[in-house]
């Protein structure tokens, strides 16, 4: 069984999860009128873990108050007293309906669980969405409440309602019948933040199911604040004790979570898979991208697991060194143009492109913040408490998606992708970087 935490306080500032580029603001000293979007935030981070210099350095995915230099991001007062509408994701903008099976559990029993030793098995809860024959049925839900719960709590909110994000309305429908021949249907598995859950990544699964890819999002257990599991545990961030978060703390995320990819991919291609769908996804067209800590695993997941045929590193300080032997797999960095442009703040992404010996592009996107990435600067505009004047949430979301699936579509599916080749005039936010000479137009 599960070590289950009830509660947990927020670590210190010397515990590292503060962001590295300066010190940072402890929770309790928010002024009270911003503790919202303090919560919210802190559920996908307005830093990532971008803080480090090199790839060897100590670096952090942890929430922040503080927009990027140049931003006009803000955070606004208090919501009003006056009821709060429901938050809900972009729709998708592929032609399938979407289906999700949001809760499937599965326990790795040989290994134990790195975080909590004497829990004896690797327990994973993992979110699966795929194109359905139906858009009729009832809407999946966006967390628990209970998850909303402690993703409030752990920002000191008390001005929201606490099931407020459980709430949030979503598209694809639960359970649906998926859509698709045997072996079919490529499949991408997408990898959360340091602290996030696998929800934060919801628009961007749905936009990819609707596009006809499966999508495996996992929850990397004992690292995010919440994640609830069928029997009724939920538990929380043990990773987030750890006192002193090194290279050596970032190796072990890294490992644990190539493992818990290279585990899920068995889970998802054995003869009798837990999820009926299985049998459409094909075992040779497989993927992963990740946000924040997600996308600097999608490199160690990579050197573990060939089935891995490409990457994605969205906005992660690239704490997994990329071998001199190099990675001929095709790989993409995506990210803020105020922080990770070439021989700008991050030079972690510089290290690893020296080494990435196949298809690889660097694409930035001004105005963006770390969580425009994910979910929740969408949803904290809509409740009323963040803005980024800059990228509107909305717009940041297109893009993320875009650029994504035109990866995806061009490595599993092999379909030319003009958008990566050149600077859309339909994106032009987003700018190719040439790492030689350290510009991105």
Request: glycine share 8%; net charge positive.
């Amino acid at each position: 069984m599960g070590h289950a935490i009830e509660r947990e306080t927020m670590p210190s500032p010397a515990s590292g999860r503060g962001a590295g580029a300066g010190r940072p603001i402890p929770l309790r000293r928010i002024r009270r009128g911003a503790t919202a979007v303090a919560a919210l935030l802190a559920f996908v981070a307005a830093t990532s873990c971008a803080s480090a210099s090199t790839a060897n350095s100590a670096v952090s995915d942890t929430p922040s108050r503080n927009p990027s230099p140049g931003s006009s991001s803000s955070v606004l007062p208090d919501p009003s007293p006056t009821p709060i509408g429901t938050p809900y994701l972009p729709k998708p903008t592929g032609s399938q309906p979407a289906g999700t099976t949001t809760s499937l559990y599965l326990k790795d029993t040989s290994r134990a669980d790195p975080w909590v030793p004497s829990v004896k098995a690797r327990e994973l809860m993992v979110s699966l969405w795929y194109p359905a024959k139906s858009r009729t049925g009832k809407r999946a839900p966006y967390m628990t409440p209970k998850e909303s719960e402690l993703t409030l709590k752990d920002g000191e909110i008390t001005n929201l309602p606490f099931d407020l994000l459980s709430k949030t309305r979503t598209n694809a429908i639960s359970d649906a019948k998926p859509a698709g021949r045997r072996h079919g249907l490529p499949l991408v598995v997408l990898s959360p933040g340091f602290t996030k859950p696998r929800s934060s990544l919801t628009a961007l699964a749905e936009d990819l199911a609707s596009r006809g890819y499966v999508v495996a999002v996992i929850g990397h257990t004992y690292e995010n604040i919440a994640t609830s599991f069928p029997d009724g545990r939920v538990t929380t961030c043990v990773a987030c004790e750890v006192q002193q978060k090194d290279q050596a703390f970032w190796d072990k995320v890294g490992a644990t979570r190539a493992a818990d990819v290279s585990f899920v991919l068995d889970e998802l291609t054995r003869a009798h898979p837990e999820w009926k769908g299985a049998k459409l996804i094909n075992p040779s067209r497989i993927a992963m991208a990740g946000h924040s800590a997600g996308g600097a695993s999608a490199v160690q997941a990579m050197l573990k697991d060939r089935r891995v045929r490409a990457g994605i590193n969205i906005d992660g300080t690239a704490f997994v060194p990329v071998p001199e032997s190099g990675l001929s797999r095709p790989f993409l960095f995506l990210g803020t143009q105020a922080t990770h442009s070439p021989g700008g703040k991050d030079a972690s992404w510089e290290q690893a492109w020296q080494n990435l010996t196949g298809w690889k592009r660097w694409l930035v996107v001004a105005g963006a913040e770390h969580a425009s990435f994910t979910d929740i600067s969408v949803l904290a505009e809509q409740i009323g408490i963040y803005r980024n004047t800059d990228l509107p949430p909305v717009r940041s979301v297109e893009i993320t998606r875009a650029y994504v699936a035109a990866f995806f579509d061009l490595h599993l599916r092999g379909k030319p992708q003009p958008l990566l080749q050149e600077r859309s005039t339909r994106y032009p936010e987003v700018k190719l970087c040439d790492v030689e000479q350290k510009t991105c137009a």
